[in-house]
C-alpha cells in the first residue's frame, strides 16, 4: 500500500556536500554543567584544534586532527575554555579555539583553513564534519563572553551550548545564521536556463549561485525571492527546497533552494555583483566538467552551489 513517503527521495541529497559528514552523537539532552570536565576524565577523550580559524593537524602518515589534552593545554588551550562536541565511538569529542598569535611548530603540525581541508579531500569526511561544529561553536562563545541585556561578562554551561550571565542570570544560545543559496531557472523558452552570478572577490572565471542571509520574521521562500529581486532584479516565483550544508564561515547554515523565474531582464546590484547571466543547459554543463570553452567556473563539487547546479543541469 502506498505510504506518506512514498515518491520523497531515499537519497537524503545534504549528505552530498561538504561538512555534512559529522557523526558526533551530541547527546543534547545529557548536557549538565559539569559535562567538559566528566569527558575530559575520560581516558578516551579527544580534542580538535583550531588556531583562530585554522584547523590544525598533526603531520602523520594519515591526516590526524585529535589532540591529548596534555597535547592541548602544551599549546596553551585554557580549560574554561574547551567545549563538548559530543561522542565518538572512540570517546569524548571537545574542542577549543586557540589565539591566531599561537607559536606552532610547523614541521609537526599543519594549519588548513577548513573550506581548502574541505576541497582537498585528504580528511575523513567525518572529522572536517567535526571540525566545522568545533569551528562554529568555539567562535560563538568567543564571541559571547559578555552579557547582551546587562553587559556584564557571561560564563560557559551545558558544555559551550549555553552561556549565563551571573549578573541578570539572562540565558545566550549559540546562533546557526540561516542562509538562502538558490539557482533562478527560466523554463520560458524553447530551452531552459539557469541565472548565475559573479562577486568581485571570486576567483577569475568563477561564477556562482545567488545567496543572502535569511532575515527576521522571513520564510525561506520569501528569503529566496527577495534576494534575487535584489540581486539581480529577476521575480521568483514557486521555490522547491534541494539540500542543506552546514557552513563554518562562521556558524551558517546554507539552504539550497531552486527558483522559478517569472522575468528575464537581468538588473544587476553592482555593489554585490559583477556579473550575472544566464546560462542554458549544455552550457552549465561544460562549467560543471571544467571544460567550458570561455573558461567560465563554478564552485567545487563540495559546495551546495555546484550540487544546486548539477541537479538541474543533469535534467532533474
Ligand atoms: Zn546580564
Known sequence: MAH???????EERSTLHGFSGNRIDRRSENRDDDSV???LADPGARLYLLRDDLAMMKHESAV????????????GAARDAIVLLG???????????????TPVDEDR??????RSLAVAGEMAADDLGALAQARSLCYWNIRHRYCGVCGEETVMKAGGYRRECPSCGAPHFPRTDPV?????????GSEERCLLGRQERFPEGMYSCLAGFVEPGETIEDAVRRETAEEAGIALGRVSYHSSQPWPFPCSLMIGCHGEALTTDITRDEVE???????????????LAGTHPGGIQCPPTIAIAHKLIRFWAEGH
Open 273 to 287: 555583483l559583477e556579473d550575472a547571466r544566464w546560462f542554458p543547459r549544455d552550457e552549465a554543463r561544460s562549467i
Open 37 to 39: 570536565p566528566v569527558a
Open 64 to 75: 590526524n586532527p585529535l589532540f591529548t589534552l596534555a597535547e592541548a593545554e602544551a599549546f
Open 109 to 114: 603540525i599543519q594549519l588548513a583553513d577548513l
Open 4 to 10: 506518506f513517503f512514498d515518491g520523497l527521495p531515499t
Open 180 to 188: 538562502v543559496i538558490m539557482l533562478a531557472i527560466d523554463t520560458s
Open 87 to 101: 561522542w565518538s565511538d572512540d570517546g569524548p569529542r571537545l574542542a577549543a579555539t586557540l589565539p591566531a598569535e
